[in-house]
């Protein structure tokens, strides 16, 4: 045997060795986390029907549409209209009393929660959350609160992955894969969209990237999921009455353009619109626990006179796809695009446990049936029905909106029935994708794996080992003397959107003030009481010898985000502050350069 044939077989038995030992690992634990998932699915499926049933149908006597694939499309407007507030308070109430002092991670949305756990917490999950965020999303959503399943699902579903990895005492890094393997089967299960749910698990972590690792536990544990809920609840997908639709006319690209461009923009004024109100109920005077009752009251009041906002909006979402302006006027059509990211801000914004998905298909859906009618007056209507705009505005608008273009096509495909808008749902989706940019619904995601501190130290230890604190800190910092009042500190970094300040006496660090701090003093007592009684005093600080990854090393095991960087030890000296960002900025200025050494063709202008 020649010595090239030699290295080629031991390169492909080494290959093979590693893929039995990864199979013999996964396979087993993907099937568990799916039948895990699967059965966690049709309990929060089973809990949420309870709760519709009790707050809408019994107490307001409002039965709203449901697609045709879960349910009737006949719906029937509230008997009691003003009973829609008390069920909409009843539920925010509740579902804060459960979730603030028990669990307070589990308020929003949830995605969010589970892709911090990815890349900030090790893949850890406290095994009470799961359960609280089922509970309370159930009664949220229930009650009339306009959110979806995918955020509770997802929590819950990796809150119950990283409970297995705790039992079979896994490694950080496959703690990880589990929980995104969490995430795809739950949302593959209870969308009955398993492939789409695979892929989301693996991409909905990222703004530009993939976990790649995690694919195969992904696609494994989402299938179990999928066969366990469909068994249960039927094969049939969610949404109906859209198979006819064969894509011929290249011309028709132009209106999908259009759309996406449409989607792009209104899922920016979506998520400044979320996060605009949960700033506002974040800056509230009143305890977190009343906070969901009044976004909930809120919404009620809308809900007496547009009950279209309540709930999912699945229901009105089947509607439109098959065209049915008798039970969805087309003038209400363009008002549910505003009112309904109005609704999902003020139930989810003020701390209400339920998840931004579906409230995004019904926006995106209504933009792509409101485009549809716009080009039918102006008589250039490429369709003779809404649902092909109705499905690809789903798609496009939560492609931009979540960062995950690819498996909301795949996901939205699986969940109508139908693969044939591929082609216009991919122009429309990267268009809406490109013009959202930085904006997303998901605030934890990073932008790549690199940016991670899951994978921090695979891509970027040899250059942090090499960049010296004092090369990349901020050295303009801003500090507040320990005799001002707290009411001070909380003015400066509400001013400047910072999260910490440092305490400086005669040039000396001597502690630290966050907005943590300044929370835990009721707000009458702000303006008297110095910050030298609430501030932390043992703070961990960096140096400016330090080498990058020692100061990376001490925020990841602190969970802090910023160190102050002090002369030495002894004098305390304060010289600046060192931040993620700023190492995240060394990382991509090096990593940068390193590219363009590798390829350097790509500097130029051909």
């Known amino acids: 045997m020649s010595l090239r044939a030699g290295v080629r077989a031991a390169k492909e038995g080494f290959v093979t060795i590693v893929s039995r030992e990864y199979l013999r690992k996964w396979l087993p634990l993907s099937v568990i986390i799916g039948v895990v998932s699967g059965l966690t699915a049709i309990a929060f499926y089973e809990m949420l029907g309870l709760c519709t049933s009790a707050f809408l149908k019994e107490l307001a006597g409002y039965h709203p549409p449901e697609p045709l694939g879960e349910g009737e499309l006949i719906f029937r407007f509230p008997e009691n209209p003003a009973l829609i507030p008390v069920a909409t308070l009843i539920g925010g109430l509740l579902s804060g009393l459960l979730v603030y002092p028990f669990a307070p991670e589990a308020e929003g949305h949830g995605t969010d ?18 359960l609280i965020k089922m509970v309370a999303s159930a009664i949220t959503i229930g009650s009339g609160g306009s959110a979806g399943r995918e955020g509770p699902i997802a929590l819950t579903s990796a809150g119950v992955a990283s409970l297995v990895g705790r039992l079979f005492r896994l490694t950080a890094r496959d703690r990880r894969i589990a929980l995104a393997a969490g995430i795809g089967s739950g949302i593959g299960a209870i969308f009955k969209a398993p492939f789409g749910g695979a892929i989301l698990g693996s991409e909905i972590l990222y703004l530009h990237d993939f976990e790649v690792e995690a694919l195969v536990p992904c696609f494994i544990s989402s299938v179990i999921a999928y066969s366990i809920f469909a068994s249960r609840y039927g094969w049939s997908p969610i949404f109906e009455g859209a198979g006819g639709y064969v894509f011929h006319d290249p011309t028709s690209l132009l209106f999908y353009a259009f759309l996406g461009a449409l989607c792009g923009l209104i899922g920016i004024l979506y998520v400044k619109a979320f996060y605009g109100t949960k700033s506002v109920f974040d800056r509230l005077k009143i305890p977190n626990v009343f906070k969901p009752a009044i976004g909930g009251l809120l919404l009620g009041i809308i809900g007496m006179f547009v009950p279209h906002v309540l709930g999912t909006g699945y229901g009105w979402l089947q509607k439109a796809i098959l065209g049915d302006f008798l039970g969805l006027p087309e003038a209400l059509i363009f008002a549910l695009i505003f009112l309904k990211i109005l609704a999902t801000a003020l139930t989810v914004g003020s701390g209400g446990s339920g998840g931004v998905f579906a409230p995004a298909l019904t926006i995106g859906g209504m933009t792509g049936a409101a485009t549809w009618l716009i080009f039918r007056w102006l008589g250039m209507a490429a369709e003779p029905s809404p649902a092909p705009y109705v499905i ?149 600080v960096a140096h400016p010898d330090e080498s990058l990854f020692e100061a990376f090393e001490k925020m990841v095991h602190y969970q802090v985000g910023r160190l102050p960087v002090v002369e030495d030890a002894k004098s305390r000296r304060l010289l600046g502050i060192i931040t993620r960002g700023d190492i995240g900025r060394v990382l991509e200025l090096r990593m940068g350069e390193i590219l363009r050494e590798s390829h350097p063709e790509s500097s130029h202008t051909h």
Do not use: C, W
Not at 113 to 130: K, L, S, W, Y
Not at 401 to 415: D, R, T
Not at 474 to 490: G, Q, Y
Not at 508 to 535: A, H, Q, Y
């Open 113 to 130: 929660a589970a892709i911090d756990a990815f890349h900030n917490r090790h893949g850890e999950i406290r095994p009470r959350v799961p």
């Open 392 to 540: 690809v505005g789903m798609m496009a608008f939560f492609g931009g909106v979540g960062k995950v273009p690819i498996a909301v096509i795949l996901m939205v495909s699986e969940m109508t029935g139908t693969y044939n808008l591929i082609v216009p749902s991919m122009i429309s989706t990267a268009i809406a994708y490109v013009i959202t940019g930085r904006y997303t619904i998901y605030v934890s995601q990073v932008p790549t794996r690199a940016d991670s501190p899951a994978h921090m130290g695979e891509y970027s230890a040899p250059i942090l080992l090499r960049v010296r604190v004092r090369d990349a800190m901020t050295r303009r910092v801003i500090a507040v003397p320990p005799d001002a009042p707290v009411i001070k500190a909380a003015e400066i970094m509400a001013r400047h959107e910072i999260r910490g300040l440092p305490i400086v006496e005669d040039s000396r660090l001597i502690g630290m003030i966050t907005f943590s701090d300044v929370l835990r003093i009721p707000p009458e007592e702000r303006r008297e009481k110095p910050i030298r009684e609430v501030m932390t005093r043992n703070v961990v």
